[in-house]
C-alpha cells in the first residue's frame, strides 16, 4: 500500500466513490472524470482510498494511463499496512468474499481489500 501525492492541477479531475466493485462491474469506472470509461475485466486499475468525513471509506479507482496523468509520486509502504495486505490476500486464498474486510475504515482496511484484489488478479491472469 503507497501513498498517493496527486497533481494538484488534476484534483478536481477525479471522482471519489463510496463503493468498491470488481473489475468488469459497470459501476467499476475510472475515477478520472475526463475517462470515466469502465475498468475492464481482467485490467488492474490502481486504487486508492481514503476516510470521507462521514466516518465511511471512499475510494478512487483508475486506469494505469490514466493514473500516470494524475498522480505525482507514490511513498513507500509501511509495515503495518504491508501485513494487512498480506492478511487480504490470504483470505482471498481462503475463499473469503472481498466484502468481508475485517478491518476498521481506515488505510488497513484499504491495504486489505489491494491484498485481496492482488490474490484474486493473480488468480485470473
Sequence with gaps: MATLHFRPEK?????WFKDSPHTG?????????PC???IAEGEMPLRAFRDALDGCVEEVRLHMDCAGQVILEMAPRTYEDHLKFQ????????GVRRGANPCKPGVGRAAWW???DAAWNKRNA
Design 36 to 38: 470515466g470509461k469502465v
Design 11 to 15: 484534483v478536481h479531475l477525479l471522482k
Design 25 to 33: 462491474d459497470p459501476k467499476c469506472i475510472c475515477s478520472y472524470v
Design 114 to 116: 489491494a491484498g485481496w
Design 87 to 94: 492478511e487480504g490476500q490470504t483470505a482471498q486464498r481462503n
